[in-house]
């Protein structure tokens, strides 16, 4: 793949993320009703929507701003862990939204491999 169709699908799989995190945060924040039940089955409060909203949020925009985008990699991968986490721990194992978690984490890194030439250069694929 040449290296300007490389940087395009990297952002093509960035945008997906940021998209998917800016949908969950924004639903966190403007519909907390219907947040609270999954948030009850994984045993946090529902009053953590307007905590968690925020945070989502955060992270989406620091993973879109080119220059921040390697902290916002790692502050997705850490939440993406966490809901992971959460989900094993109630007896889920590969349950929907761990399965979602886990391709978002895959396409965070995926996408930023793929449009960041820094990152390329310090986890240089070997053929």
Same mark, same amino acid.
């Given at each position: 793949?040449?290296?300007?169709?490389? *940087?395009?699908?990297?952002?093509?799989?960035?945008?997906?993320? &940021?998209?998917?995190? &800016?949908?969950?945060?924004?639903? *966190?924040?403007?519909?907390?009703? *219907?947040?609270?039940?999954?948030? *009850?089955?994984?045993?946090?409060?529902?009053?953590?929507?307007?905590?968690?909203?925020?945070?989502?949020?955060?992270?989406?925009?620091?993973?879109?701003?080119?220059?921040?985008?390697?902290?916002?990699?790692?502050?997705?991968?850490?939440?993406?862990?966490?809901?992971?986490?959460?989900?094993?721990?109630?007896?889920?194992?590969?349950?929907?939204?761990?399965?979602?978690?886990?391709?978002?984490? &895959?396409?965070?890194?995926?996408?930023?491999?793929?449009?960041?030439?820094?990152?390329?250069?310090?986890?240089?694929?070997?053929?």
């Amino acid at each position: 793949m040449t290296l300007h169709r490389s *940087q395009w699908a990297g952002r093509l799989m960035s945008a997906i993320v &940021v998209i998917a995190l &800016v949908a969950d945060g924004t639903i *966190q924040l403007l519909v907390p009703a *219907q947040v609270a039940g999954m948030l *009850q089955e994984t045993g946090f409060a529902m009053d953590l929507t307007r905590i968690v909203g925020p945070i989502i949020l955060v992270c989406a925009i620091l993973y879109a701003i080119p220059a921040t985008s390697v902290l916002g990699a790692i502050l997705v991968t850490g939440f993406l862990g966490g809901a992971i986490c959460a989900h094993v721990r109630i007896g889920e194992l590969g349950s929907p939204p761990e399965i979602i978690s886990l391709l978002l984490g &895959v396409l965070t890194w995926g996408g930023l491999y793929l449009r960041d030439p820094r990152i390329r250069a310090l986890l240089p694929i070997i053929h």
